[in-house]
């Protein structure tokens, strides 16, 4: 466990951790998670970079949004303003992919390098139900419900990825499950931005996810087969697991 540090910027009051020297390599977890999820990554991505992780805004021990609009991508690009940091690579996990993406968008000249693990993409239309608010009647059983999404299910069969998943998921306040948030994004929508994307990208799913991932990182990958981009489809690997123990190793675009 690094040490926290926070900043404050755009409003927010954001928990940062710190690993490593090098070129800058940002870390953005997935949705009811927290900067742990990357627990086993940071020692050896410190060995080749300045690692900087930290807790979205209303997530962790970040701030939760006050009402006000705001940005993901723009939080980041003013922590990259609090640690001085002109240009880094950028790597997230579902909702951090999706975040990546649109910091790609709205910042290009901030971003270095891109990876995309599992990433969501903005605009582009779910077909899978999430429904684990229906019948619930309280945070606790709503999060039962989330858990038990069929995202989750070849994640919670492993021992080990189960206990850390579900310790991550039991600590998250379920703000965002409770209240309106108002994260923005300024049109049109990324998947319809993807074209204008020109770092260079490296797009990895788990071959275990559910098919609504598995054709959101096929479309990132492939905005009308956009050279420059190198989809890896890992084997044996599920939706949410990078920072688990069930993927170790995750590779910035050579």
């Not at 990433?119 to 009647?137: E, H, I, N, V």
């Not at 998921?169 to 923005?184: A, E």
């Amino acid at each position: 466990m690094g040490m926290d540090y926070f900043a404050d910027v755009s409003g927010a009051r954001l928990r940062y951790q710190l690993a490593g020297a090098g070129e800058p390599l940002i870390l953005l977890h997935g949705f009811t998670l927290d900067l742990r999820m990357w627990d086993d990554q940071v020692e050896p991505f410190a060995r080749h970079f300045r690692v900087v992780r930290y807790d979205l805004r209303g997530f962790g021990l970040s701030s939760v949004p006050d009402g006000r609009p705001y940005v993901h991508a723009d939080d980041l690009a003013a922590l990259l303003d609090v640690l001085q940091v002109g240009r880094a690579h950028v790597m997230g996990l579902s909702l951090g992919g999706g975040i990546a993406l649109d910091f790609a968008c709205l910042h290009p000249d901030r971003l270095n390098r891109l990876v995309l693990v599992d990433s969501t993409l903005g605009g582009y239309p779910w077909t899978m139900r999430f429904d684990y608010k229906q019948g619930a009647t309280s945070v606790a059983e709503i999060r039962r419900n989330w858990l038990a999404h069929a995202f989750f299910a070849p994640a919670l069969r492993n021992p080990a990825v189960a206990v850390r998943l579900t310790q991550i998921v039991n600590d998250y306040s379920g703000w965002h499950w409770v209240n309106r948030d108002c994260d923005t994004f300024p049109p049109p929508p990324v998947y319809e931005r993807l074209e204008t994307i020109h770092a260079l990208t490296l797009v990895v799913v788990g071959a275990w996810d559910v098919p609504d991932f598995l054709d959101r990182c096929d479309r990132a990958a492939h905005p009308k087969r956009a050279e420059g981009r190198h989809p890896r489809r890992r084997p044996h690997v599920e939706h949410g697991t990078a920072g688990s123990g069930q993927s170790r190793r995750a590779e910035l675009p050579a």
